[in-house]
């Protein structure tokens, strides 16, 4: 059986080598092509290539079993992992800026058209990675997944200026040269943006922020079909990389003994996990009716 580390894995090196095989092409067409938003893009799937190693050492080191200095496991590892990701895409972001802004104040030439070919099929690659490797972090509950996959679709934001502004450079004609850098500038406020939004839901995590609506309503309507469960009360979600800590109040009979109590958590316990297997443990609290 495929586990979601063994996902998160795959989808991690295939990452690895597309951003990797792109930021050649892009390099190799934007200095032979005399655009500096294609070399703009070079430098983010270059700086993508790292943070996606990053990802990789953050799932393997993130799912490594409990240990006597670690009792919750180590799923902590990935969302601090995630925030390294988040410096890479505003280090590629302020390069980018930089160099856009040095790029409009030198005059040079007007990007070659066949740039406009190389950027339209790295849309179109990049999109279809984004959309490949959201999934894969929506059905691993990755957060630095989600992260890696926020850097593909910036990519192909910064690939869509960058074919904006080389179109203006070649058609419109002499006085439109800086176009394609002044599409870099604006592509560098996206990544920004994006930056923004990978940190946001890290932050939650390791806050221990509340986002899990939809799994507590599975936990309760699961423990409400166990033999000898009331009700429930409490349930508390802990996110720790890709699997879950829940802490539930468990309401049963008042005049059960403390043996029974224990048997009909141990068996609420084990029917959950087995129900949703991104648990990792169930902490049981029991309540009298």
């Known amino acids: 059986m495929t586990t979601n580390k063994d996902k998160a894995i795959r989808t991690t090196y295939l990452s690895i080598l597309g951003n990797a095989a792109l930021a050649i092409a892009k390099g190799i067409t934007g200095v032979f092509g005399h655009s500096y938003a294609l070399i703009a893009d070079a430098i983010e799937s270059s700086t993508d290539v790292f943070s996606s190693l990053m990802v990789l050492f953050g799932i393997k080191y993130s799912t490594k079993p409990p240990d006597k200095n670690h009792p919750y496991g180590h ?5 601090l992992i995630t925030f390294v990701v988040v410096g890479f895409l505003v280090m590629s972001a302020t390069i980018i800026a930089y160099e856009a802004i040095d790029h409009i104040k030198t005059p040079h030439k007007v990007p070659e058209k066949y740039t406009l070919l190389v950027l339209g099929i790295v849309i179109l690659i990049k999109e279809g990675f984004y959309r490949f490797v959201s999934k894969k972090g929506e059905e691993t ?5 989600n992260a890696d996959a926020w850097h593909h679709r910036s990519d192909a934001i910064t690939s869509a200026f960058a074919f904006i502004g080389i179109s203006i450079a070649i058609y419109m004609g002499p006085g ?7 599409a870099a500038l604006i592509a560098s406020a996206f990544i920004y943006y994006n930056a923004y939004l990978i940190f946001r839901p890290a932050l939650g995590e390791v806050m221990d922020e509340h986002f899990y609506d939809d799994l507590v309503e599975d936990i309760r309507k699961i423990s409400k079909n166990v033999e000898g469960v009331v009700d429930t009360e409490k349930c508390l979600v ?25 048997t009909i958590a141990h068996r609420l316990k084990k029917v959950l996990i087995q129900e949703i297997p991104e648990i990792s443990d169930v902490l049981i609290h029991m309540e009298p009716d």
């Open 141 to 145: 509950n990755s957060t630095s997944l």
């Open 176 to 182: 439109y040269e800086t176009a394609d850098d002044w």
């Open 75 to 79: 799923g902590k590892a990935e969302p």
């Open 238 to 262: 802990r996110k720790t990389g890709l699997t879950y800590h829940i802490d539930l109040h468990m309401i049963v009979d008042k005049d059960i003994t403390v043996k029974e109590g224990h």
